[in-house]
């Protein structure tokens, strides 16, 4: 049985710097709430006439913002990847990752599995077979399944292939590829895309994963994201592990944020087995109060890293695709629009995967042939909207489609120095066109793709959209620094339009009467603080329907 929400004190939430995000009050100094609700913004006084008598609690901090919105991560992975597997940061060397399995090795019994990543996608070209037999080697023989930083690629051992059944004469699996060596024929333990299932489904039967683990996972990366002030987010990819996690989360009292599912609506290559009428018909059993399995998910193409995104230009030329090789959709525009048409008939809003500006012009396509049939409907997403032809940046705004930007790639990072390896520089010296789209009059919405990062906090992300420079410090430079955006419009798209962009607009995004009290106390004032600083920012207290849920409040 679900948790109800307990029934909650009246309080007033009074801070003198209260940025509520909404056209007709932009600022504020009180907040009356009332079982989780809004009920007034204003001044101390009109809070008060709104609700005599109510404890008055005053925030700490700097200033006091709408809880944030995360339009894209994969948080229940996340979790089990904090809780459960092998970290590897993306800029370690291929030395460094062995030694880091060999380190795993030791704490593991004989034949147990080792799980994890991130390695960085820079290291795909050097694992070869050699390279393979180096892991068997640090693994001491033991299974071993490693993502890397795209989560779209795996690097294996021996032992985890033959779990798989993947042998010589394996056929590749369709939308996948199972690298192999040139001279053998030997698969060499790099896995693209749906080869990546093959041993994934061996790991799921062999390590037969708990419900109570997967619901602590969730509930740490909850935890994570709360102390991060998020208090909402579009789950990308909601399979059946996914749906029991956060609905036995919910169940438990411990969900402290709105959550909207995105079920798989075609095959999905990174989870195999979760698409169908008979996952679609589940979602009504495991919708909850706080947890709405609405949305679909559709991957159009992979990742330009391993050559799989759709592009409109050559990659640049290597040994295996030879000179002209674009890479291509896992639809075409027809069958698009028609799973497009039968999700808006369930009401599905989706989300299309699209790394490539050929698969977002392939979506936007799409989506232009099903309003030319059907007239306005649904508001769908584009997924990471990282390569976009200027001549699609329009057809956002007039098609009605959201730029979902995620995982933040509008800075110098190592997954970009990677990108740079197979995209020509001049594209990639357009990537994330962040002012464009928002000139164009786009919806845009910031997301992390967690644990596709490994640190969820929104912060240094706006940094890097503003500054269009690595919020760490580690890299130097700019990139397409035309394309930053003012602090205002970043935290617009991790509020506000983030919540609109997940359908949740009505309920959360700004502080105004009606919706639900979620907001974040933060340790700095972003409209004052120097712009390369806003990475550091803290969310001293978040809360969520009106209760404090990080941060001791008084």
Known sequence: ???????????ILCHPRICTMAADRPWAEAISVQEGRIVAVGTLQEAQAALPGARVVNLPGAMVVPGLVDVHNH?????????????????FSLDQVLAAVREAASRKAPGEWI?????????????????????????????????????????????????????????DPANGRIVRDPATGEATGLLLEAACSLVEIALAKAMDATPELDIEAAAHAVRRLNAC??????????????????????????LSAWVVGSV???????????????????????????????????????????????????????????????????????????????????????????TGDASTRAALDAIDVLRSFNGPGLRHQIAHA?????????????LDVVADLSPPLWFPSVIIDAIRTTVPQPRVDRVAPIRSLIDAGALVAGGSDWPVV????????????????????????????????TVEEALSAYTLQAAQAIGLGHLTGSLEVGKSADLVALDTHLFEAPPHQLGATRALQTWFEGRCVHGAAA
């Open 115 to 171: 799980v994890g990543g991130i390695w960085g996608s820079s290291l795909m070209d050097q694992l070869d077979h050699a390279a393979r037999e180096r892991l068997d080697a640090a693994a001491g023989g033991r299974p071993v399944m490693l993502r890397d930083d795209s989560h779209h690629n795996r690097f294996v051992s021996s032992a985890a292939l033959a779990a798989a059944g993947i042998a010589r004469g394996t056929a």
């Open 75 to 91: 948080f229940v992975w996340a979790g089990r990847a904090e809780l459960y597997e092998m970290f590897v940061p993306p800029v």
């Open 386 to 398: 990282s390569f976009i032809d200027p001549a699609e940046i329009p057809r956002f705004a007039e």
């Open 454 to 485: 490994p640190d969820p906090s929104p912060w240094p992300a706006i940094q890097g959209m503003v500054t269009r420079s690595d919020p760490t410090g580690r890299l130097p430079g700019t990139l397409c620094p035309e394309e930053a955006i």
């Open 229 to 254: 002030g998020v208090t909402g987010m579009q789950e990308a990819l909601t399979t059946r592990a996914v749906l029991r996690a956060v609905k036995g989360l919910e169940d438990q009292g411990r």
């Open 264 to 354: 798989p609506v075609t095959d999905a290559p990174l989870a195999p087995g979760e698409a169908g009428e008979e996952l679609l018909a589940l979602r009504d059993q495991f919708r909850t109060r706080h947890f709405m399995p609405d949305a679909g998910k559709i991957f159009l193409d992979g990742v330009p890293t391993s050559r799989t995104a759709a592009m409109l230009e050559p990659y640049l030329p290597d040994a295996v695709h030879g000179c002209c090789f674009r890479g291509g959709t896992t639809l075409t525009v027809p069958q698009l629009a028609k799973v497009l048409a039968d999700s808006e008939r369930r009401g599905i809003r989706v989300k299309i995967h699209c």
């Open 1 to 11: 049985m679900t948790t109800d929400t307990p029934t909650l004190p009246s309080l």
